[in-house]
């Protein structure tokens, strides 16, 4: 047995034990080899419109070009706040090429959640669909962003995207009205960034591996959201990490174009990590803008062969319980990835009937460009761990004490790799790390003979709601502003759809407090997964000697409430 890390004598014989990190000098260096390997292949697929590596390189010179020629120091933070849309790559690529960092935004958050992360980043600077611009609209004097990039859906797919930004705005009224036209934001339109830029020139920055790439807000456990700084060198170690992992299978596809399906949101750094492992291999991107319309999903899928499935157990339930899901062909399938958030034993066993390809299960963090541990690709059988470290990654398992526990014995779980964040931005790190540099996740685990994980729970009190962190302190701090509600508090019960639910226990004022006043504050004042989708009144809350919420007293009243 390798002593300390057992599960090396369990990878398959084409993974490596490790990976080189520095064998590109940036990320940037990384993206122009993908584009100079692949430039004719098609990259993307959305709506039906194809774009092409070549089309992804040139566009991102386009948007480097401009926003060198808007005269921003070296370093500067840009916001990208859109959903899968052809253009967000071509963004995001652009604003590393031109010596950024990309500091991308949940498109679906409300403008006090907007708010905090372009004030803790520092913005100046954002790429946002018009779609969402209503929230921007509510905050953005109380901003440092200075210039506006509006984009429509539909500006990179030519003809068929006007169809698209009619029948958005038009049909479907999914635009809601907004004014953003004070002349000190400047605002621009995406297709006139597109236009200038391809007219001015570029300047290539020198670039170094340690410098920023992406600022990834996560939650946090005062209630506010905190940005991880993701360098160059952790970005290019996860695309490493990833494509050594996938290797057992990968290396036997011989299809000349390979599709992965993303319907996972690029905002979130599992779909990011996974772009970057495309791009390594040439894939094509089936982008859903919309993976919550079932129907369209299921049509997307009928138009082309895909091979790689990434997604959240939610995802998966969801496309199960379509009865056209079933009449897809399925014979390209070959890897089924799950994670975000626990996947249940009777979805995998679902999917493996209804696919015939074995979901494998894996855990990963924001901190950690997503990358941590993962079951084998190969494995045609669910069995409920999280798998084993990957490639140059390296978990210990301590006690309350920081001493390493053994065998089959729970403990938070730390982590170590040059794919782990060197900390938050703007915060004292002091304690995000155990004192020999492993990275503490919080995360309660044990490790069997093999150097299998199982996750056994979170230290901390934090809910996982279809792959989404979401904290209740955040939620508790602005419930509390709902007039009538006394006190309030929140924990995570188990929801068969989304792996946990938001259930708020509430103190009214008086019966004028109903469910759903509660229920209307909650959707004008959170993002829609952050809501309570549960809501009891209580007369009074269990806290301790000092006044703390006991939030496991509650979570024992639910399951007392509910075993009657």
Known sequence: MTENKPWLDHYPGT???????????????????????????????????????????????????????????????VALMMPNVPQYLPIMIGILRAGYVCTPINPLYTGRELRHQLNDSGAKIIFIVDNFAQALEQVVDETSINRIVLSKMGDM?????????????????????????????????????????????????????????????????????????????????????????????????????????????LYHIFAFMLSLLGMRSGYTFILIPNPRDMPGFIKTLSKQPFHIFPAVNTLFKGLL???????????????????????T????????????????????????????????????????????????????????????????QAGEMCIKGPNVTSGYFNHDNHE???????????????????????????????????????????????????????????????????????KIYIVPADSNVTADVVKDFALDNLTGYKCPRHIEFVSELPKSNVGKVLRQKLREKHLLDNAR
């Open 15 to 77: 993974v490596p034990k490790t990976i080189d990190p520095d064998k590109y000098d940036s990320l940037v260096e990384l993206y122009e080899e993908c584009f100079n390997r692949y430039r004719m292949h098609p990259m993307s697929i959305c709506m039906g419109v194809t774009h092409t590596y070549d089309d992804v390189d040139k566009a991102s010179l386009a948007v480097a070009a401009w926003l060198q020629a808007q005269g921003l120091p070296k370093g500067s933070l």
């Open 157 to 265: 797919m030519g003809l068929k995207g006007m169809l698209v930004n009619t029948m958005i705005r038009q049909v479907k009224r999914l635009v809601p009205k907004y004014k953003l036209n004070d002349p000190k934001h400047e605002v621009t339109k995406f297709s006139d960034v597109l236009k200038k830029g391809k007219a001015l020139p570029f300047q290539a920055p020198t670039m170094a591996s340690e410098q920023k790439a992406i600022l990834q807000y996560t939650g946090g456990t005062t209630g506010l959201s905190k940005g991880a700084v993701l360098t160059q060198r952790n970005i290019i170690a996860a695309a490493l990490q990833s494509e050594a992992w996938y290797r057992p299978v990968t290396s036997n596809m011989n299809e000349a174009y390979i599709n992965m399906v993303m319907a996972l949101p």
């Open 321 to 343: 319980d379509q009865p056209n899901f079933k009449q897809l062909d399925f014979s390209s399938l070959r890897i089924t990835q799950a994670g975000g958030m626990a996947a």
């Open 345 to 408: 034993e009777q979805t995998a066993a679902r999917w493996l009937e209804t696919t015939g390809c074995a979901m494998i299960e894996g855990w990963g963090m924001t901190e950690g460009v997503a990358v941590g541990t993962a079951n084998v690709v190969t494995d045609r059988k669910f069995n409920g761990t999280i798998g084993v470290p990957g490639p140059g990654v390296d978990i210990i398992v301590i006690d309350d004490k920081d001493e390493r526990v053994g065998v089959h």
């Open 432 to 502: 995000t790390f155990t004192k020999d540099g492993y990275f503490r996740t919080g995360d309660i685990v044990s490790m069997d003979e093999k150097g299998y994980f199982t996750l056994l729970d979170r230290k901390k009190d934090m809910i996982l709601v279809s792959g989404f962190n979401v904290f209740p302190n955040e939620i508790e701090s602005v419930m509390l502003d709902c007039d009538g509600i006394v006190d309030c508090a929140v924990i995570g019960i188990d929801d068969e759809r989304q792996g946990e639910a938001v």
